[in-house]
């Protein structure tokens, strides 16, 4: 058991090459529900989740950890495997949560333009908080991490494009005026 964490410990250090590492071997406190969470081991990663099996189902990610699980291509069987078919406790998501990695207050922030998903984030460490069921529906938002960049920047083009025309209508609009007060003004000159 001590060989086994230790190896996916640095496994772990591996694959962040060199990001900031959180200690995942650290057992967490869940930042819904208060429960300590439990560490499953990801082998096709080779990484540490922290999942809140005996609270209300969410799942902490570390650093870019969700990364590996957010597209729908990517395996989330041994996550599931842990969550299925279980009970868990209802959480006010409205309320205020700490990063269980390093205590800072964590930032609700929407995983898409369709404002359906709020994602906890810490913006110190870049750990990730999900609530029960949010990441089956974030992976079912989009097929690709592209995809979903791709949303964002059609929808800003869209706004961007409404404000430049309605721009544009009025500065025409106030080239027509001006021709117009020309026009009388010449008329009464009588020129
Ligand atoms: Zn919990
Ligand atoms: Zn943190």
Known sequence: MKFWSKSSRIRLEYNKKGKQMADTLKKLQCPA?????????????????????????????????????????????????????????????????????????????????????????CYNCGGKFLDNSELQKLRAEYDTEEERSEDVVRHIYQQVGQELAQVDERYSRTITDRSICQKIFYKLLGL
Do not use: W
């Open 33 to 121: 529900c208060g429960k300590e969470m439990e560490k499953v081991f990801i082998p096709s990663q080779g990484i540490n989740l922290d999942i809140c099996t005996q609270g209300c189902g969410g799942i902490y990610f570390d650093n870019r950890e969700l990364n590996s699980f957010d597209e729908k291509n990517e395996d989330i069987s041994k996550i599931l495997e842990h969550i299925s078919d279980k009970n868990f406790v209802d959480v006010n998501t409205a309320l205020d949560r700490h990063c269980p990695n390093c205590g800072t207050k964590m930032v609700k922030n929407f995983s898409s333009i369709n404002k359906e998903i709020e994602i906890d984030e």
